[in-house]
């Protein structure tokens, strides 16, 4: 397959297909990750449709002193790895298309969801997000469009765009991409030196913890609920002494909730936190199990879907990562 570069809108609308064109937006430096949701994108477009994978950094979502200027920009490269993946087109408009007579002085605005976690540490962030991919479900006149769900908070705020302003649009989602040592696939890592990848593992890590918490609690719940008297018998067992035995039953019975999550979590991050002085500097921008449908916190009680999300900041490299979690149901 020969995948055609454009640069206008125009040729790109000129364009016929007889099925979906199903788009993939991209700020280019692609890789691995971007490669399964281009391959994604094919399966779902099939012989008769058309995948597009946009190439576009956008001015508008990057901050004050953020990496704008030195994010990688490496177009010939994006081309070959599109094509390999299936890409019918790619389009890589300039500012001037994307953005005629300067920087719009209308814009989507994210609202309370855009402010919380990446947008309390990125303000105006999700503000230039959603106007990008506003402007590019036009230029492009996507059926469908498919996103990572590492940008769990971009990808729940896109959804929330196209639900609220009547956008004609599937919008998709592809699971995140992992190296072999769990590290998820980002441009961004390219920055990392050989000791902050090391040190950069710690975000996994630390949500495979929660995970793995996660699970044991929701084994103990199972129980729990195959088993209701278990609480009767903690409490048998307690009177009697058999303290060991009680304290398992209690266990099973009650088992911990989205805090023990979070701590689990947390404390794989604390001591990537500490040990600071031989390895490259921590910190830590936020932890936080949310609900995907408003990114606030979820608290003890919980039933659905939820996302445990963690962003740090690692020399100067700033990464995120989350995984999905089920509360009060089968994984």
Do not use: C
Not at 120 to 144: E, I, S, Y
Not at 194 to 217: C, I, K, M, V, Y
Not at 311 to 324: E, F, K
Request: charged content about 25%.
């Amino acid at each position: 397959m020969s995948t055609t570069l454009l640069h206008e809108g125009e040729d790109l609308r000129a364009r016929t297909r007889a099925g979906q064109r199903v788009v993939v937006m991209t700020m280019g430096a692609l890789h691995d990750g971007h490669a399964t949701l281009i391959r994604t994108a094919r399966e779902r477009a099939g012989d008769d449709g058309e995948v597009v994978v946009t190439v576009f950094v956008n001015p508008l979502q990057f901050g004050a002193g953020e990496d704008l200027d030195r994010y990688p920009r490496t177009l010939e490269a994006d081309v070959k790895i599109a094509e390999q993946a299936g890409a019918d087109v790619v389009f890589a408009p300039s500012v001037d298309e994307v953005y005629p007579g300067g920087q719009p002085q209308v814009r989507i605005t994210a609202g309370p969801m855009g402010e919380r976690l990446e947008g309390a540490v990125r303000p105006g962030h999700f503000d230039g997000m959603l106007t990008v991919v506003a402007k590019l479900l036009h230029l492009t006149r996507a059926d469908v469009a498919l996103f990572g769900q590492k940008d769990a908070q971009q990808l729940a705020l896109i959804r929330r765009m196209v639900r609220d302003l009547n956008f004609d649009v599937e919008i998709g989602a592809v699971p995140t991409v992992r190296e072999p040592d769990g590290l998820a696939l980002s441009s961004r890592n390219r920055y990392l030196s050989p000791d902050e990848r090391r040190t950069a593992l710690a975000l996994s890590r630390a949500l495979f913890a929660g995970r793995d918490r996660h699970a044991a609690q929701e084994a103990l719940r199972a129980r729990a609920a195959e088993n209701p008297t278990t609480r009767a018998r903690a409490q048998a067992l307690g009177r009697i002494g058999e303290a060991r035995a009680a304290a398992d039953a209690q266990a099973v019975a009650a088992p911990g909730g989205p805090a023990a999550v979070v701590a689990a979590a947390r404390q794989v991050l604390d001591e990537a936190g500490r040990r600071e002085h031989d390895r490259p500097p921590f910190a830590l921008d936020y932890l936080a199990l949310v609900d995907p449908a408003d990114f606030t916190d979820v608290t003890d009680g919980f039933r659905g879907e939820a996302v445990l999300a963690v962003a740090a900041r690692v020399g100067t490299t700033r990464l995120i990562d989350n995984l999905p979690l089920t509360f009060g149901g089968h994984q």
